[in-house]
């Protein structure tokens, strides 16, 4: 049936209120800026009078906090490596996010992951060169992530399954499957992690006298992919359509179960970027427990930039200095390192409290 002169009218029309719609989530971005700096000095005042309360100098544990995360090229390479696992971790949450799609996966994907670049490190024959091999090794924990996290997008896309408890459940599977790759598959035997995996499978390091390796760059230049695909592309503008009002851009002609699926894969590629990084640029093997629950974590820093991929770099980084930092509290002040976790919960809490932070879901705004 030919469309009437009515229909013709309203697709044009519905797709100006997209992109006006998407025009004005930049600028709130920007306004929601603002409100995290005074956010921020908020939390600092909170937690000065929290660490006075526990009778440390908040002076001194900040500068402990500071100098156990960046006062030396050790403490820093290491900062800069789990900012690294963040970065990749938040970009697994901000895209989804971007359409309102919960990936609460982020921690399996990362440890399917690892789990997958830690086995063919340890089958592929090791006469491969060098370049090719941590190449494979990359691409294929990329793989392995995006596919961890299809399954709860799939199922979302088909059968409108609640995508939160799909990819929590995937994340109890993905972290059995890697113990049973330690403990059966490829054991080391005299501590709980895999055999090593060959030198010349792993990313090479890139700072002399650090621990930073070459997954750095790569978790860079992975937010900045994420940034074109967001802001530069056809997809990212989907993605953010649809998270304004899927019925809208149902209408508008998007498929939406398409892009549902695509976000969840994208989303689970970058946090199995991360497990892969953590084998081949960290600890050259599979290991028990790996993960200080930077899958979850990566949510904070997602929800801290706003969504944004530009601003998920340094809000990584800003995160992994608190998780380093925190232990050197115990050495200087002889507060608990988990005083970092309270630092960290404060932060997020405040910022939810300034509605910095918004979460709805599409069924309670009845879109």
Request: overall charge positive.
């Amino acid at each position: 049936m030919t469309p009437g002169p009515e229909s013709r009218r309203r697709r044009p029309v519905i797709g100006d209120s997209l992109f006006r719609a998407v025009a004005v989530a930049d600028r709130a971005a920007l306004r929601a800026a603002a409100g995290s700096l005074v956010a921020i000095a908020l939390t600092l005042a909170i937690i000065a009078a929290i660490l006075a309360g526990l009778g440390a100098n908040p002076w001194s544990a900040g500068r402990a906090l500071v100098s156990g995360a960046l006062g030396n090229k050790f403490n820093f390479g290491q900062t800069a490596m789990i900012a690294t696992l963040l970065i990749l971790t938040g970009l697994a949450a901000a895209i989804p996010f971007s359409a309102r799609l919960w990936n609460i996966g982020a921690e399996g994907q990362m440890y399917f992951g690892a789990f997958v670049a830690a086995g063919l490190g340890l089958t592929l024959p090791s006469t491969l060169p060098r370049w090719l091999f941590a190449t494979i090794l990359v691409i294929a924990s990329l793989a392995a992530g995006a596919v961890w996290g299809l399954v709860p997008g799939i199922l979302k896309a088909t059968i409108n399954a609640n995508e939160v408890i799909v990819s929590l459940m995937m994340t109890y599977i993905a972290l059995q499957v890697a113990d049973y790759g330690i403990t059966v598959l490829w054991p080391q035997g005299a501590s709980p992690q895999t055999n090593y995996l060959p030198g010349h499978a792993l990313l090479p390091n890139i700072w002399h006298g650090t621990l930073i390796t070459a997954g750095a760059p790569l978790a860079v230049a992975a937010a900045a992919v994420a940034w074109v695909l967001m802001r530069r592309s056809g997809l990212g503008f989907q993605i953010r359509a649809i998270g304004l009002n899927p019925q809208t851009s149902r209408l508008s002609g998007m498929h939406v179960g398409r892009v549902t699926v695509l976000a969840f894969g994208i989303g689970g590629a970058f946090a199995g970027l991360a497990g892969g990084i953590n084998v081949l640029g960290m600890n050259g093997a599979l290991v028990s427990g790996f993960s200080g629950n930077f899958g979850y974590l990566g949510i904070a820093v997602a929800l801290v930039a706003r969504l944004n991929p530009a601003w998920i770099v340094p809000s990584g980084l800003f995160f992994a200095i608190l998780r380093v930092g925190s232990n050197g509290l115990q050495v200087q002040t002889g507060l608990s390192p988990d005083v970092g976790e309270i630092v960290v919960a404060t932060f997020v809490i405040l910022l939810l409290a300034f509605r910095v932070i918004r979460l709805r879901y599409a069924e309670a705004v009845g879109v």
